[in-house]
């Protein structure tokens, strides 16, 4: 099976703008969640979505939103960006059913400048 | 105080050592306990996935957790230069958590040819 797939693999965006954040799951996983990585504050969880619904989120800014298609596909999207922003954004997936463990995808550099 | 606590290292050994990495949680909820590897510029990767008190291994990795004392560890036996990498420690409260998962800061180990 295929790994957890991110896209894009780096980005630079300028203070202020907007950015949309991609993510294929594992092949028949329906659980999907975002986490965001820092040299600082170490892996910190944004939000995780199930069946297209939100269904746990961490504490982060409004900034910060997600959503999940029907094909378990996610997107994750940051407004109005700000310099402490810049981290790499990891997705990962799960198996539903139980209590399984995640598998992370490489992730999104994000730089903000 | 942050709810996981793991010395960052680094921690350097030679090949063929034993490593112990370790961590320890003040949330008595956890119950699920994972270790990760993270190569740099790569996602997380599952290592190991226990649930409550026990150890388990596999191969060359022993996971150890004891809940009383609220303390985990990864155990690497006859260490690789490939071994070299940032080793996560991450828990979970259980089912109702999902996909939340608080992680370690993470231990930077070298191994050495």
């Known amino acids: 099976k295929a790994g957890v797939t991110q896209t894009p693999r780096y980005l630079i965006k300028t203070r202020g703008q907007q950015v949309t954040l991609s993510c294929s799951p594992i092949?028949?996983?329906?659980?999907v969640s975002w986490y965001q990585q820092t040299p600082g504050q170490g892996l910190q969880f944004l939000f995780e979505?199930?069946?297209?619904?939100?269904?746990n989120k961490g504490n982060f800014p409004g900034r910060f939103s997600g959503r999940q298609f029907s094909n378990s596909r996610s997107e994750m999207n940051v407004s109005t960006l700000e310099l402490g922003d810049s981290a790499l954004y990891l997705c990962?997936?799960?198996?539903?059913?139980?209590?399984?463990?995640?598998?992370f995808g490489n992730g999104t550099r994000l730089t903000v400048t | 105080q942050k709810e996981v606590e793991q010395d960052p290292g680094p921690l350097s050994v030679p090949e063929g050592a034993i490593v112990s990495l370790n961590c320890t949680y003040s949330?008595?909820?956890?119950?699920?306990f994972m270790w990760y590897r993270q190569y740099s510029r790569k996602g997380p990767e599952l290592l190991m996935y226990?649930?409550?008190?026990g150890n388990k291994e596999d191969g060359r990795f022993t996971a150890q957790v004891d809940k009383s004392s609220k303390y985990i560890s990864l155990f690497i036996r006859d260490s690789q230069p490939s071994d070299s990498a940032t080793y996560l420690c991450?828990?979970?409260?259980?089912?109702?958590?999902?996909?939340?998962?608080?992680f370690g800061e993470g231990t930077q180990l070298t191994v050495n040819p």
């Open positions: 990962a997936s799960r198996e539903e059913g139980g209590h399984s463990p995640l598998h």
């Open positions: 092949s028949g996983h329906r659980s």
């Open positions: 979505y199930f069946s297209e619904t939100q269904r």
């Open positions: 949330n008595s909820a956890f119950q699920y």
């Open positions: 226990t649930y409550s008190s």
């Open positions: 991450a828990m979970s409260a259980g089912r109702t958590s999902g996909s939340r998962l608080t």
